[in-house]
């Protein structure tokens, strides 16, 4: 069985692929469902720092 390889954490990909399933799940708000996710996964303050990279990264395309 191959399995398929993540992207790299912190990059936001990850992210936007739970917010992509919960909103084809029906969820009203899939970023607050994605958001939730990582922090169950990862905790607050490490949810926190990629969110502050995020960002940051965000920001630097403008």
């Known amino acids: 069985m191959a399995t398929r ?3 790299k954490l912190g990059s ?3 992210f936007k692929q739970v ?3 919960a909103r084809k799940s029906g969820a009203r708000d899939p970023n ?3 958001a939730m996710a990582g922090r169950k996964k ?4 490490r949810m926190a720092k ?3 990279a995020g960002r940051r990264r ?3 395309k403008r």
Do not use: C, D
């Not at 990862?42 to 303050?45: E, M, N, Q, V």
């Open 42 to 45: 990862y905790g607050a303050k």
């Open 5 to 7: 390889k993540k992207p």
């Open 12 to 14: 936001g990909k990850r």
């Open 32 to 34: 607050a469902v994605a």
């Open 58 to 60: 965000a920001a630097k």
């Open 19 to 21: 917010a992509a399933s």
């Open 50 to 52: 990629m969110a502050a």
